[in-house]
């Protein structure tokens, strides 16, 4: 259902890139503001809601307890599921998540495994029985642009305003979930040779390349992900990843750590 | 639990303090989403519902368009996190039948025959659900459509009633719904005609008639409180106006 | 005049001869069709707030080729509806093997509705010397219930803004808008027609553009 961008426009957003400015008058690696409101859905063990510009996605945590994986019998599951649900955007359809919605549900569950900010260790109740299974549920409400870093951010804060439901379970009391990292997503776009960081949907659709850092408190990489059929060259990428751990630790900061 | 260790009434009043006539909070904001071309979100209780219309706009698969009226499609979808115990994403046979009513409940008034060969879809997100969910999508979404300009004869709004300890109360909660002994959601017109009935448990034709009534007086008072919303957003344009003016 | 914010089914008048755009009868009675803002003068008219462009003959749009087709470019206007521009509807005489060459997939163009038929089929045509490819400037989008003020009574606000802002400007019914000129002049034109799209259902609209721009071309000078 996706219409054509004219070319007359493509030219334009291309036109102000080249004398280093953006539709919305942003610098390259700057982001849009961004809000976050934990603990918006009481019927969730943790959640967020997360506005990037006009770019809103919810996350949701749900815990209960289940049989852990054969061949890891001590630690805890996690379970990323992500809806891009039609109200979102006039580009998604009903049906069940395509291989946009996977990829991201992918991406967002890689930053929470990768970083270890979820110690699965202490969710283990029963070795080889029973462990705490933590379902990680994105619902993406308005794209306009990079709901990847959005859904990312709002994962995280989930988590971390996230009480285990230890009593509804016969379990003992409820207690906090213990975090050891909080990993932050970031997301630029390549067009023409030029970066730009947090793009928004005009951006995005004219850009052939993504590229996705994810960084952890310690200002390592944990996770990355290209998507996007252009090209990237090395140069590009060493310049995404600085600016990303850059970016990432400001937003940590100011949004998450507090 | 069982139903007989429920008090559903303490001292005249409903477990959250409420009268057998009273409707829980209600708060509607018009307008709260940028990419759809009108949207609403509605707080009923501790229903958390927001509502989406996109269109008229081209209709796919094209075998579905008719040639002269629009179609109009309502998704009527709960986040896995909206519940309890965690709903698995994706429609179930639920879902289904409360998009079939709800889409029933407003296609009596949307002018479908302006735009032929189109498509109106109303989308509606349960964020959070706390009985009455079907009843707050249908209130979100006629505020959306109404958001996105679509010609309608009328609004609507719907409301339900419900039986509890022998006594018809107005829009039941969680507990209520779940040990109560009926449950009978309505929407309606402003004017009084009713474009959804639905029910389930046990009444007689008199307590019947009693808990209609019931349900209308709630949708009369829901109207109010969707009209004031929408008559409140076009404030804030006017209010952005004078800003605008003082500021040059 | 009098004005009031109204909403679907609301009663505007019991004198059914006072119905306007967006209102119907029943019962002998006007109301509003229409979430927006009632005129009430000798007929009732509602201007929505929002809402789709459905085509008109004679709509001048600008639109955005989507499609090809043998003797069609299939042309999005911003509408439930897209636009036929047939091969013969071009200015000049072209084979349907070169129609890629004049129009390809991604070029704007300033167009007309030739015709609309009751299953909403919409011929487009480029014949008219005001019309045709989009090469340079910049095609900026408003809400089309908008278009009506940004042109004024007989065309009064446009062709000031032209004057004013020594620029070319092609206004799209479907609420497409193309703007050429110097880059300052395309500026001050972009804020300015943003402004009436702010202010559009304010009374005394055209002074204050007036003095908007006056303001503006002040600082600049």
């Known amino acids: 259902m996706s219409s054509v961008i004219s070319e007359i426009r493509k030219d334009f957003i291309y036109n102000l890139l080249l004398k280093g400015e953006r539709v919305d008058g942003r610098t390259f690696d700057q982001y849009r503001d961004i809000s976050i409101e934990r603990d918006v859905i009481r019927k969730a063990e943790g959640s967020a809601l997360v506005k990037l510009g006009s770019s809103q996605v919810l996350v949701g945590i749900k815990m209960q307890p289940g049989e852990p994986f054969q061949d890891t019998p001590n630690r805890g599951v996690i379970i990323t599921n992500a809806e891009l649900v039609p109200l979102a955007s006039p580009n998604f359809e009903p049906g069940p998540p395509n291989e946009v919605g996977i990829e991201l549900a992918r991406v967002v569950d890689r930053g929470v495994r990768e970083s270890k900010a979820v110690d699965l260790e202490a969710l283990c109740i029963v070795p080889g029985k029973q462990v705490w299974i933590i379902f990680i549920d994105v619902h993406i409400l308005d794209d306009c642009g990079n709901i990847l870093d959005a859904a990312s951010l709002g994962a995280i804060a989930a988590l971390l305003s996230t009480k285990v439901p230890a009593s509804r379970f016969g379990l003992g009391e409820d207690y906090m979930l213990p975090l050891n990292d909080i990993p932050v997503a970031t997301t630029a776009i390549e067009f023409g040779d030029v970066l730009m960081f947090d793009p928004g949907v005009d951006e995005e659709s004219i850009a052939n390349t993504k590229l996705t850092v994810i960084t952890t408190a310690k200002g390592e990489i944990c996770g990355m992900q290209k998507s996007g059929k252009g090209l990237l060259k090395p140069e590009q990428i060493y310049r995404i990843v600085d600016i990303a751990c850059e970016k990432a630790r400001e937003i940590r900061e100011k949004f998450l750590e507090a | 639990m069982d139903k007989s260790d429920i008090s559903f009434f303490k001292d005249g009043l409903r477990l959250d303090g409420r009268r057998a006539d009273q409707l829980r909070p209600i708060r509607i904001e018009v307008g709260v989403l940028a990419r759809a071309d009108g949207s609403c979100y509605i707080e009923m209780g501790g229903n958390k519902v927001i509502a989406a219309v996109y269109g008229p706009r081209e209709v796919h698969p094209r075998h579905l368009q008719e040639v002269t009226r629009a179609i109009v499609r309502y998704r009527y979808n709960m986040a896995s996190f909206s519940v309890e115990e965690r709903k698995r994403p994706g429609p179930d046979r639920r879902s289904y039948e409360l998009s079939k009513v709800s889409r029933e409940a407003l296609e009596p008034v949307i002018m479908t025959s302006y735009f032929p060969r189109s498509v109106i879809d109303v989308f509606v997100e349960v964020l959070q659900a706390d009985a009455g969910t079907r009843t707050a999508g249908i209130n979100a979404a006629a505020v959306a459509l109404a958001d996105a300009g679509i010609p309608m004869k009328s609004m609507i709004s719907s409301c339900a009633a419900g039986k509890v300890a022998d006594t018809i109360v107005l829009d039941p909660m969680k507990e209520e719904d779940n040990f109560g002994q009926a449950d009978l959601p309505i929407a309606m017109t402003p004017g009084g005609d009713i474009t959804l009935m639905q029910m389930d448990g046990g009444l007689s034709p008199d307590e019947f008639h009693q808990a209609v009534e019931m349900a209308m007086k709630g949708a009369r008072d829901i109207y109010e409180m969707q009209r004031a919303a929408l008559v409140e957003k076009y404030g804030k344009i006017e209010a952005s106006t004078i800003e605008v003016n003082a500021c040059e | ?221």
Request: glycine fraction near 10%.
């Open chain 3, 1 to 221: 005049m009098d004005r009031k914010v109204v909403v679907p089914g609301d009663l505007l008048s019991e004198d059914a001869k006072r119905s306007g755009d967006g209102t119907y009868i029943k019962d002998k009675c006007v109301y509003s069709l229409l979430y927006g803002l009632a005129n009430y003068r000798d007929k009732i008219n509602v201007i929505p707030l929002a809402g789709k462009y459905i085509p008109a003959p004679g709509d001048n749009v600008i639109g955005t080729v989507k499609d090809i087709t043998f003797s069609n470019w299939i042309v999005d206007i911003n509408s439930p509806y897209d636009g036929l521009l047939h091969i013969s509807e071009f200015p000049t005489r072209i084979d349907s093997e070169e129609m890629s060459k004049h129009l390809r997939i991604g070029s704007s163009i300033m167009t007309k509705v030739k015709d609309v038929d009751p299953t909403m089929k919409v011929e487009l045509t480029l014949n008219d010397r005001k019309l045709g490819k989009i090469m340079t400037g910049q095609v900026i989008e408003i809400s089309h219930t908008r278009v009506p003020r940004l042109i004024g009574k007989g065309g009064s606000m446009i062709s000031m803004l032209k004057k004013e802002v020594n620029c070319n400007i092609f206004v799209g019914q479907n609420g497409r808008i193309w703007i050429n000129g110097g880059a300052e002049d395309t500026d001050l034109a972009l804020k300015t027609i943003h402004l009436i799209e702010k202010e559009a259902h304010t009374n005394g609209l055209t002074d204050r553009i007036v003095a908007f721009l006056k303001s503006e071309k002040g600082a600049r000078s």
